[in-house]
C-alpha cells in the first residue's frame, strides 16, 4: 500500500516526487513542476478541494499522510516545523471538519478487510469493517461462490491463509509452490499478504494493528447463519443471469427496479441475488411486497443514509446539521410507518429480514421508543427546515456578502434559544461595526461624490475584501495629503494603509482606520464564539447519540430494505409480473433423494417471459414449464434453449428472494442451490482449454447438486470431439437423474439419445419448430419429444455466409448423413393468452376543504363511484398501488392555487410536477376512477367546478372541454 505524503503551504497542499504524481493521476489536480525534463515533479491541492481530493485517493486504494506547518511566527531561513495533522486510507475515509460544513458530502463506502481459508466445509471468508467495528465469517463456500465475492466485493486489504498453500482439490497449488486455479487468478492480480494461525482471531488481530487500535477496541460478529439458506451463486450463474453487469447479457437488476432508483436499494438487491436467503426470510419479504402492492395510503420518501457513514460520523463527532436533518428524516420515516394503519405490518415483516441484512437483532417497541427519543433530541437541538428566525445581518453601508459569508457558516443549524447570548454579541459587533464605517468612511465617499469631475478626479467605496474577510475603503487616485483643509479632513487623516493577517500591506489602494479594525476585530471574535458553540452542540449531540448508534443503523438499513422492495414492486406491476407461490422442501423425511414438498411437489411457472422482455408491452413468447424432474432439451440453433434457461434460472432466483418473477403465475420450491453453466472460454492464464474450464465448472455442479438443487446447464460438451463428449454429456445426466434434482441440460449432441443411459426421472423436451412457405423456422415454444434440426444452414445464411459456401456444406452433409437424417414434427404447442408525515395547519385546512369540495362534487357524477381521495404529502410519494390505474389528482401548489389533472402513471407525474422550480413540497391530493375516459371527464368537472366554488386554479383554461365539466354534463352523467 503506497503512502502518499503532503504539505500544507499557506492554502494549497503541496505534494512532489512520486505522489505528486499519484495526485495527478488519480486526483485529476494539475502539475506545477515546471517544463524541463529533469523537473521534480509537483502537484499542489487547494485546501477547499482537500477532502475531494483525499476521497479520489482513497477510492484507488491508496493511504493518505496529511502533514502540516506549525502556525506561528518563524525566522528567515528557519526549518519549518510540522505535524502529522491526518490520515486517511480506503477502509476509514478521511472526515475531519466535516461538523462545519453546509452541506451533504459524498461518503466513499469503506472497504473491508478480508481474510481467506480452507476449512474442512471448502473455503471461508472473513470479512472485517473497521469503520462499522464489525466481522462476519462465512464457511462452507465453493471456489466458484468465493470467487464471485471477491469480484463484488472492494477489500482494503486481502490476507490469505497458509493452509490455502496445501491445495488438495488436485488442479492446482498455491504461492511458491506453484499457480492455478480460479480462486487464485482471482487473488493473484490483487496485492495480498500470508498469514496462519485462526482466521477470526488472527485476522481481528491484523486489522487492529493495521488501524492502530488497542486491545480494548472490540469487533461485533455479524455473521448470521447459514443453516437452510440457500448456497450463494456460483460466479458463472451470476454472470450469465446479469446479477453481477456483464457485457452482452441481458441486466438482471436493471429490470428489477426503476431507473430513478439507485444507490443503495440497488446494493441491497444485487446482494440479496448473489445470497439468496433462507424460506422464512423470503417469505417474509414476499409478504411485505403483497402488502406493498395492495397498500392506497402514501409512503414516505425513504430517506436513505448509508450506516458505515453514519457510524463513522457520530463517532467521530463530525456530523453536521445537514446530516442530523437526514439522520432525524430517517427516524420519522419510521415512525411514520409504525403510526399508519396500513404501513405498520410492512414495518413489522421487514424486521427480519434487516436483522439478517445487519446482523442486529431488534424489538419493534424497542425501535419506535428509540426512534421516538432520537427524534425528538435532534429536533430539540437542530434547526429544522421553515424555521426563519435567524436571518443574515444587513446594514446598508456594508456589502451584504459580507454578513452572508461571515454568518451563513453558523447561522441556521442550531436553536437560537441555544445561542441567546451569542447572537446578541454578534449583533452588537454587527452594530458597531456599521457605525464606525458610517463615521470613518462615508463622509470620505460624500465629498468624493461631491467633488467628482468629468477629467477624472478622486475615486472611492465601501468594498467587502472576501480573501481577508474584512470592510475596507478603496480609493483610486486618492492621495490623503491633498485633502487638507476640506469637509472629511479629519476622517482622511484617521486612513491608514489595510494589512494582511501576516502583516502585509495588500495595496496601495485599500484603506482602513483603526476604529473600524477594532470593530471588525469585535465581529469577527464574536462570530468566531458563536461558530464554536454551534459546533460544541453538534458534536454533543453526536455524543449522546453515540449510544443509540445500533438503533440507527437498523432503522437506516431497513429504510433501505423498504424502499428497494417498494420501487420493485412499482416496477414489477408495470411489467405485469407475480408473486409466485414460494413451497419448502419438507425437511422430517429429507433424505438424500426426497423430493417431496410441503404443498406441491416440483415446479410449475405458467406464461414465463425472458426477464429482459418487458411483458406490459408485449412481444415476448411465453412457455408454460412444469418441471418435476431433469429436462433434457434439444432445439434448433436461435430455437430459444439458452433463453429458456436463463428465464427458469432468473425467475427461481427472484422467487427464492421473495421477489415478483416475469410471469402469470408459478409454484416454485425453494432450492437450496442454483446452478447455471452456459457456455465456456479458454483460460490462458491457467493453461487451460475451454473444454478444461467446462468441465471444471461441471465438476463443481455434480459434487454440489441435491435433490433440493436447481441445475441449468446449457448446451453440454461442445468443446470437444463428438463422440466422447456425448458419452460424458450421457454420464452427466446420468448422474443428475439418479441425484434426483430439479433442472435442464440442453445439448446439440443427438447421439446421446442413441446411448444406453439408465434414466429414470428425465423428460425429453424439445423448442419447437414449424414450416411456413417451405422454410424451417423456429417457435421458441417449449413441447415434449426430441428436436434433431439444428437450422445450422439457415442460421449461416441469416448472418451472411456466403451462399456458395452454404450450398457446398449441404453436398458434403447429404453425401455423409442424409441416411441417418431424421426431422422433428413436433405437435404445435397450445396458444398462450396473455392473460404520511404531518401537515402544516394551513394546508391541512385547505387539503380538507378541496377533499370536502371533490367528494360533493363527484357525487354528482355516477361514473365517478364512491371516491376516495388520498393525500401525498410533501416528502411522500404515491403507492404501487396506483401503477396502471386511472387517477384523478389535485395538487395544492406552494402559491396557494389548485391544478387538477389526469393520469395513468401516477408515480411519475408526481416526480414530474416536483421537478419544478418551487414545487419540491407541494402536496398532491388523488383518487382512482374505472377509466381514462371517465378521468378526462371527471377532470373537467373538477376545474369548472372548484373554480366555482372560489378555489383559485391554475389550469381554468383546461376547462373550456366542450360538453365536459358543464352542469348540463353533470346531469347527463347521472342519467
Excluded at 208 to 237: M, W
Aim: hydrophobic share 40%; glycine share 8%.
Amino acid at each position: 500500500m503506497q503512502i502518499a505524503t503532503s504539505f500544507k503551504v499557506g492554502d494549497f497542499y503541496e505534494a512532489i516526487g512520486f505522489d505528486a504524481c499519484i495526485l495527478v493521476e488519480y486526483a485529476g489536480l494539475n502539475p506545477f513542476g515546471g517544463l524541463r525534463s529533469d523537473s521534480i515533479p509537483k502537484a499542489g491541492c487547494p485546501v477547499m478541494n482537500l477532502r475531494q481530493t483525499l476521497d479520489d485517493l482513497t477510492r484507488h486504494g491508496f493511504s493518505i499522510c496529511i502533514v502540516e506547518e506549525v502556525q506561528g511566527p518563524t525566522q528567515a531561513r528557519t526549518r519549518k516545523s510540522r505535524f502529522i495533522s491526518g490520515h486517511a486510507h480506503p477502509g476509514n475515509p478521511y472526515v475531519f471538519g466535516l461538523v462545519g460544513d453546509d452541506h451533504d458530502l459524498d461518503f466513499p463506502d469503506p472497504m473491508p478487510v478480508i481474510g481467506i481459508s480452507r476449512s474442512a466445509k471448502g473455503y471461508c471468508m472473513v470479512s472485517v469493517l473497521e469503520t462499522m467495528k464489525t466481522y462476519s465469517a462465512e464457511d462452507g463456500l465453493t471456489e466458484e461462490a468465493l470467487v464471485t465475492k471477491l469480484c463484488t466485493c472492494r477489500c482494503h486489504h486481502l490476507f490469505l491463509h497458509t493452509s490455502l498453500r496445501h491445495n488438495s482439490s488436485g488442479t492446482c497449488r498455491w504461492g511458491e509452490f506453484g499457480e492455478g486455479g480460479l480462486l487464485w487468478g482471482e487473488c493473484n492480480g490483487k496485492q495480498f499478504e500470508w498469514f496462519d494461525g485462526d482466521p477470526v482471531d488472527e485476522l481481528l488481530y491484523k486489522v487492529k494493528e493495521l488501524y492502530g487500535h488497542g486491545d480494548d477496541i472490540t469487533f461485533r460478529n455479524v455473521t448470521i447463519a447459514s443453516e437452510n439458506r440457500p448456497s450463494p451463486l456460483h460466479l458463472g450463474t451470476a454472470t450469465q443471469i446479469g446479477a453481477i453487469p456483464t457485457e452482452g447479457i441481458p441486466c438482471l437488476l436493471k429490470v428489477l427496479l426503476p431507473s430513478n432508483c439507485t444507490g443503495l436499494p440497488v446494493m441491497y438487491i444485487r446482494d440479496l441475488l448473489l445470497n439468496p436467503p433462507p424460506y422464512g426470510i423470503a417469505s417474509k419479504i414476499q409478504e411485505a411486497c403483497k402488502l406493498m402492492s395492495n397498500v392506497t395510503c402514501s409512503i414516505p420518501d425513504f430517506t436513505c443514509f448509508p450506516s458505515a457513514k453514519l457510524v463513522k460520523l457520530l463517532e467521530s463527532k463530525e456530523t453536521n446539521h445537514v446530516e442530523f436533518c437526514k439522520i432525524k428524516s430517517v427516524l420519522n420515516d419510521i415512525l411514520q410507518l409504525y403510526t399508519n394503519s396500513e404501513l405498520n405490518q410492512i414495518l413489522e415483516l421487514l424486521m427480519d429480514p434487516t436483522w439478517v441484512a445487519s446482523g442486529l437483532k431488534v424489538e419493534l417497541k424497542t425501535l419506535v421508543d428509540e426512534c421516538k427519543a432520537a427524534s425528538c433530541r435532534i429536533g430539540e437541538i437542530i434547526s429544522l427546515e421553515g424555521e426563519s428566525d435567524q436571518m443574515i445581518t444587513s446594514y446598508s453601508v456594508i456589502p451584504n456578502e459580507f454578513f452572508e459569508d461571515m454568518e451563513s457558516c453558523w447561522k441556521g443549524r442550531v436553536k437560537r434559544f441555544h445561542l441567546e447570548q451569542e447572537f446578541a454579541e454578534v449583533d452588537e459587533a454587527a452594530i458597531a461595526l456599521s457605525k464606525a464605517i458610517e463615521e470613518d468612511f462615508l463622509p470620505i465617499i460624500y465629498r468624493i461624490r461631491a467633488t467628482t469631475s468629468p477629467l477624472g478626479g478622486p475615486k472611492g467605496e465601501i468594498l467587502y475584501a472576501r480573501e481577508h474577510e474584512a470592510v475596507w475603503f478603496k480609493g483610486k487616485r486618492f492621495v490623503p495629503s491633498v485633502w487638507a483643509g476640506t469637509p472629511g479632513e479629519e476622517q482622511i487623516k484617521n486612513l491608514r494603509p489595510a494589512f494582511d493577517s501576516k502583516g502585509k500591506k495588500v495595496g496601495d489602494e485599500w484603506f482602513t482606520t483603526v476604529k473600524v479594525e477594532n470593530a471588525l476585530l469585535r465581529y469577527h471574535d464574536a462570530g468566531d464564539k458563536a461558530r464554536a458553540k454551534v459546533i460544541e452542540l453538534l458534536r454533543g449531540l453526536s455524543a449522546e447519540l453515540q449510544t443509540k448508534i445500533n438503533i440507527l443503523v437498523f432503522a437506516s438499513m431497513l429504510l433501505v430494505i423498504a424502499k428497494a422492495l417498494f420501487s420493485h414492486v412499482s416496477e414489477g406491476r408495470r411489467r405485469k409480473w407475480v408473486f409466485p407461490t414460494l413451497t419448502e422442501f419438507d425437511r422430517s423425511e429429507a433424505g438424500h433423494n426426497t423430493r417431496l414438498l410441503r404443498r406441491a411437489e416440483g415446479m410449475e411457472i405458467t406464461g414465463l417471459s425472458p426477464y429482459w422482455f418487458d411483458s406490459a408491452q408485449g412481444g415476448a413468447v411465453q412457455n408454460d414449464v412444469n418441471m418435476k424432474a431433469l429436462f433434457l432439451l434439444t432445439g434448433p440453433n436461435g430455437g430459444g434453449k439458452s433463453s429458456l434457461l436463463r428465464s427458469i434460472c432468473a425467475a427461481v432466483l427472484l422467487a427464492i428472494c421473495g421477489f415478483m418473477v416475469p410471469a402469470e403465475s408459478a409454484v416454485i420450491p425453494h432450492f437450496d442451490s442454483i446452478m447455471l453453466h452456459m457456455k465456456s472460454y479458454d483460460s490462458p492464464a491457467d493453461g487451460k482449454s475451454s473444454f478444461q474450464v467446462e468441465m471444471s465448472e461441471i465438476q463443481s455442479i455434480i459434487t454440489r447438486a441435491t435433490s433440493r438443487s436447481l441445475v441449468l446447464i446449457d448446451e453440454i460438451c461442445r468443446g470437444t470431439e463428438t463422440a466422447k463428449g456425448t458419452c460424458i454429456a450421457g454420464s452427466v445426466v446420468e448422474l443428475l437423474d439418479a441425484v434426483g434434482c430439479v433442472g435442464v441440460v440442453s445439448t446439440h449432441l443427438h447421439g446421446i439419445f442413441d446411448l444406453p443411459t439408465k434414466l429414470k426421472n428425465t423428460v425429453f423436451k424439445a423448442m419447437g419448430t414449424e414450416c411456413i412457405n417451405g422454410q424451417t423456422v423456429p417457435t421458441w415454444k417449449l413441447i415434449d419429444g426430441i428436436c434433431k434440426e439444428s437450422l445450422a444452414f439457415e442460421t449461416a445464411r441469416r448472418e451472411g455466409v456466403p451462399e456458395e459456401l452454404i450450398r457446398r456444406a449441404a453436398e458434403l452433409y447429404d453425401a455423409v448423413y442424409a441416411k441417418d437424417r431424421t426431422s422433428s414434427s413436433p405437435e404445435k404447442s397450445k396458444s398462450n393468452v396473455s392473460t404520511k408525515p404531518k401537515l402544516r395547519d394551513s394546508v391541512e385546512n385547505l387539503c380538507r376543504e378541496v377533499e370536502s369540495a371533490v367528494v360533493s362534487i363527484c357525487s354528482q357524477n355516477s361514473r365517478a363511484g364512491d371516491v376516495k381521495c388520498v393525500v401525498i404529502g410533501a416528502k411522500e410519494q404515491p403507492p404501487p398501488s396506483t401503477i396502471g390505474c386511472s387517477t384523478v389528482y389535485v395538487i395544492l401548489r406552494p402559491d396557494g392555487k389548485l391544478y387538477v389533472g389526469e393520469t395513468d402513471d401516477l408515480e411519475g407525474r408526481v416526480r414530474a410536477h416536483r421537478g419544478g422550480e418551487g414545487m419540491e413540497s407541494a402536496v398532491f391530493l388523488y383518487f382512482l376512477v374505472s377509466g381514462k375516459s371517465v378521468a378526462c371527464r371527471i377532470e373537467t368537472l373538477l376545474i369548472n367546478q372548484l373554480a366555482s366554488r372560489g378555489f383559485r386554479l391554475a389550469n381554468v383554461a383546461d376547462g373550456k372541454h366542450r360538453n365536459f365539466g358543464t352542469l348540463e354534463e353533470a346531469r347527463i352523467l347521472v342519467r
